[in-house]
Nanobody
Framework: HVQLVESGGGAVKAGGSLTLSCEAS????????MGWFRQAPGKEREGIAG???????SYADSVKGRFTVSRDHAKATLDLEMNTLKPEDTAMYYC???????????????????????RGQGTQVTVS
């Protein structure tokens, strides 16, 4: 039974930084794609980063240049380094994985949350 667990959320001042981590467990092999999503209060969940099997990464315009994703295949972790945080980055952040489909990074970025095979429970980020 595959599980994704996010960690690292918290409260931070505007302009600050935070690094989230997504750890996968219960897997036998890791192939394709992962992604980070976020959902702000009253808004739809949006994809902010997509990662393909080769490690290529696509970012949403709203986070490009400020957020950086790094993936460790051996540990099956996906980190999200967030810099220059803004109040509008306040949201619940989620990771997702799909190891059955082959997607490009842009496809992983724009895929719907419900389309991912495995989905985490989220970690809260609050920027004031």
């Amino acid at each position: 039974h595959v599980q994704l667990v996010e960690s690292g959320g918290g409260a931070v001042k505007a302009g600050g930084s935070l690094t989230l981590s997504c750890e996968a467990s219960g897997y036998t092999s890791v192939s394709c794609c992962m992604g980070w999503f976020r959902q702000a209060p009253g808004k739809e969940r949006e994809g902010i980063a997509g990662v393909d099997s080769d490690g290529s990464i696509s970012y949403a315009d709203s986070v490009k240049g400020r957020f950086t994703v790094s993936r460790d295949h051996a540990k099956a972790t996906l980190d999200l380094e967030m810099n220059t945080l803004k109040p509008e980055d306040t949201a619940m952040y989620y990771c997702a994985a799909d190891w059955s489909r082959h997607m490009s990074a842009p496809q992983a970025l724009t895929s719907k949350w419900d389309d991912f095979e495995y989905r985490g429970q989220g970690t809260q980020v609050t920027v004031s």
